[in-house]
Structures are given as structure tokens and as C-alpha cells.
């Protein structure tokens, strides 16, 4: 949630430029831990990311729903997978994102527009790694003892 919270952030650009946080930590966490997201959790998370992306309501709703359905499918046919495969699979995913984000959002989209696009899919397929560390270390201090009781 506080990935997609990012569009407050005073960042001053012509042009879309921060990638969607928000998508990029939820494609992390469900490839590095799918059964600790259920299938639904897209709902609320894509309705959160609406609230604060300025996206209508219910682009996020669908696109993270649909991108957790095809995350559960993906890892039924595909169990055991490497760094390398997670990181096609997000370079697939958040491209569709991005246009289908447009397109939900009533701009009309031409070669230009898509053009613009560009910087911010590319940042977005780049920092999917280092978003993938991050949520490597984040879940190793989360199942991290604190203290042992008895």
C-alpha cells in the first residue's frame, strides 16, 4: 500500500516518469511469496491504488485482479521458477499495465502519448529488481524471531 502511495510525492515531470510502485511491489510479493497473498487481494489493493493514483475507480481494482488471477495461473503451470523468469514475467506484465492504465484513464492514446510512456516503462522493467530486493529483505525481517518465549 505504501508503494502506491508514490503519486504524492513531490516530483515535479513533464511526462510519467515514477514507475506504479504499487503494481511493481505487488508482482514482487506475489513471486516471491504466492500462497501469501490470496487471489483476492487484488480488490482491495487495486482500490486502494485508484484512491491515491487518480486513476478511475476500478482500473486498478481490475487490472491488479486480473494480474493476481494471471499470477495464480502462471504459477500452477510454472511451480518452480528462477530471478530471470520472475523478471520476464514483470517486463511482460507492467507493460500491459501501463497501456491498459492509459487507456482506463480516457486520454486519448496515439503514438505520441505512447511514446511518453516509454521513460516510464523502462524505469519500471529497471527497478523491478532492486524492487524484488527489497521485498526479499522486507519478508526475511518479517519471518525474522524476535524474541523466543518458554
Known sequence: MLGSLTPLLPVIA???ILPPLGYLLLLAWRMLRPGLLPMWAGLPLGLFNDLYS???VGSG???FSVTMIAL???EIRFPWRSFWQDWLVAALFVPV?????????GASIGFRQLALLMPQLLLSVIAFPIVAKMVSLLDRV???RVRRIG
Do not use: D, V
Open 14 to 16: 513533464p511526462a510519467p
Open 54 to 56: 487518480g486513476q478511475p
Open 97 to 105: 499495465f501501463l497501456l491498459f492504465s492509459a487507456l482506463f484513464s
Open 61 to 63: 481494482i481490475l487490472l
Open 72 to 74: 495464480e495461473l502462471l
Open 142 to 144: 518479517r519471518l525474522t
